[in-house]
Structure formats: C-alpha cells, structure tokens
C-alpha cells in the first residue's frame, strides 16, 4: 500500500499534506472521516468521487467560529449556536455564499467546531476541513483504521490511526426553522432540547 499510516493528529507532516491538496482518513470527536482542505478545490472534488455518494457534500469542521465565517457560513448563525461548541454538534446552515466546488450547489450546509483538542490544533494550521463519514455508500462507517483501508485503500493519500472509535455516538445535527426554532435532525452526542 502507498497511502502513509500516521499515529497521530500531531504529525508535523499532516498539515503541509492537507494544505497541499492530499486527502485522507482521520479521527474526528465522533467517528473517522474522510477529509480534505475546505480551501482546495481539486482536493474535494477528489474526496467527493472517492466518496461515491450522491446526495453531497458533508460537514465542514472548523478551529473556531471565525474560520468558519470566513469560509462563507452566515455570521448571524454561528452567532447563535457558538455557544455550544467546541462540541460534537454540527448545525446546518445556509450554503449560499459558499463556495459552489463545496456546496455543490445544496442550498444548507453543515458545520462544527469539534469537541476534540487535538483536532483543533490541527485545523489552526489548515483552515477548515470538508469532512464526511468514513465508508462506501450504504456501507457501515469505519470504528478502526483498517475497516477504513478496506474501503479506500490507496485511494486516499494517508490514514491517521487513533485506535478503535466504535464506541462514540454521531454528532448531533440541528437546524432552524424560518422563525428560529430549532430543528434537531439527529440526536447524538450532544442533547439539545
């Protein structure tokens, strides 16, 4: 296999790999996920074939608020729900002043700033990440790396092994409705009522 087995989030090669453009397989605070730079166009069209699924994109992770109000996310929402993170909550979004190659022309989004400190540190020297579940459509998502390289092999550039993650529960996603209730789509690891 060419595709790189790292041990940790801190590698200091992983930064420069994703800021090149290189895709891989991480842990998150939830589950491993397939990921590539936000910023980089080619890389997620990438993620986005080797993914195989139809209905795109995934969620975008984010060190903080800020970075994801640059990327385009409406700053009047994430002034609203950034009081629940760092948190294993992703909250979807309008997608209209993102950019299209990420989007995909969806009209809401998702995004967090993850509950998980080395994740965060990582996505300080990134920027944002797109990310999604790490797994072939209708497939079960990978708990451990090699369930991971079953799937993708060396269709991804680089694996990072943090051990067995079957345990944690998904991410809650929540939403709004046109009058600012809250929509909670699914229940997780986060309880929002």
Do not use: C
Request: aromatic residues 6%; without cysteine; hydrophobic residues 40%.
């Amino acid at each position: 296999m060419n595709a790189r087995i790292l041990t940790s989030l801190d590698d200091p090669a992983l930064p420069g790999m994703l800021n090149n453009g290189m895709i891989g397989i991480i842990p998150t605070d939830t589950i491993y996920g397939l990921v590539g730079a936000a910023s980089n166009q080619d890389a997620i069209h990438r993620m986005y074939h080797i993914k195989e699924r139809k209905r795109q994109p995934g969620t975008t992770i984010a060190a903080n608020p800020g970075q994801l109000i640059k990327l385009g996310f409406p700053e009047a929402t994430i002034t609203e729900v950034a009081h629940y993170w760092p948190a294993a909550l992703s909250v979807e979004m309008s997608a209209i002043n993102i950019p299209e190659y990420l989007s995909t022309g969806q009209p809401v989004m998702a995004a967090r700033v993850p509950d998980f400190d080395d994740l965060r540190s990582l996505l300080g020297k990134t920027g944002p990440l797109m990310t999604t579940s790490a797994n072939k459509p209708d497939a079960p998502t990978a708990t451990n790396i090699q369930a991971a390289i079953d799937y993708f092999g060396d269709e991804v550039d680089f694996y990072v092994d943090a051990g067995d993650r079957g345990d944690r529960p998904p991410s809650t996603i929540i939403g709004f409705e046109t009058d600012g209730q809250i929509i909670i789509y699914r229940q997780g690891a986060v309880v929002v009522q």
